[in-house]
């Protein structure tokens, strides 16, 4: 069975521009989870979505990030105005219904390049 | 809230050998999960263990075994005979048993093998 997917793997932009990253969790997962991993450091969490309940958004540092998940699966998570210090990993993870015991997993990542 | 604390940036251990990685954490939580993540160059997360905090016996998988004291809020992370594909970042996560489903991250040790 397929994995997290993320994409773009790779994501080069020029500071002030738009971006979109892409996450298609697992099949059946209700959960859905966005990560930020700056060069050499743990990763921070974003934002939660849990099947149809309003999002956890309390980890995005600002008004310029934002996400959405469209029938309960792929997810988008949107940086505008992109700054350098938006610069890093952005790792997606999905886990299935049943609690905080049910293990996340994890994509690749979209490793965001802004000049 | 929670932290997680990981003291040693880097780890290095002859193949075969044993090496144990340490992690404290904060929390005023009596139920929580806990986690080790290993992230090879693939940057994708894998789940190594994980240790729930009402179970007083340490969890073992194979090679990879935790020393879990929950007084002391440690939980390392024990490799015996280290191969070659242990070579990676090691994150300990901190995960609630209710309310926020996020996982907390510590700052990771990188940890090499030397054959």
């Known amino acids: 069975g397929a994995g997290v997917s993320q994409s773009p793997s790779n994501k080069v932009t020029e500071k002030g521009k738009d971006v979109e990253l892409r996450c298609d969790p697992i099949?059946?997962?209700?959960?859905l989870y966005w990560y930020r991993q700056s060069l050499g450091q743990g990763l921070e969490f974003l934002i939660y979505?849990?099947?149809?309940?309003?999002?956890?958004k309390s980890g995005l540092p600002s008004d310029r990030f934002s996400a959405e998940r469209t029938g309960g699966s792929v997810s988008t998570l949107t940086i505008q105005r992109t700054q350098q210090e938006d610069s890093a990993v952005y790792l997606c993870?999905?886990?299935?219904?049943?609690?905080?015991?049910?293990?996340?997993?994890f994509g690749d990542g979209t490793r965001l390049s802004i000049l | 809230a929670q932290t997680v604390t990981q003291s040693q940036p880097e780890m290095s251990v002859q193949e075969a050998e044993t090496v144990t990685l340490s992690c404290t954490y904060d929390?005023?939580?009596?139920?929580?999960?806990l986690f080790w993540y290993k992230q090879p160059p693939s940057r994708q997360m894998i789940l190594v263990i994980r240790?729930?905090?009402?179970?007083?016996q340490n969890a073992t998988e194979n090679r990879f075994s935790v020393n879990f004291q929950k007084a002391a809020k440690s939980f390392s992370l024990k490799i015996s005979d280290s191969q070659l594909g242990d070579a990676a970042m090691y994150f300990c996560?901190?995960?609630?048993?209710?309310?926020?489903?996020?996982?907390?991250f510590g700052q990771g040790t990188r940890l090499t093998i030397n054959p």
């Open positions: 240790q729930e905090a009402y179970k007083q």
């Open positions: 929390t005023s939580e009596s139920d929580y999960y």
């Open positions: 099949s059946g997962h209700t959960a």
């Open positions: 979505f849990q099947g149809n309940s309003a999002p956890d």
């Open positions: 996560a901190y995960r609630s048993a209710e309310g926020a489903q996020k996982l907390v």
């Open positions: 993870a999905s886990s299935p219904l049943g609690g905080a015991l049910k293990p996340q997993h």
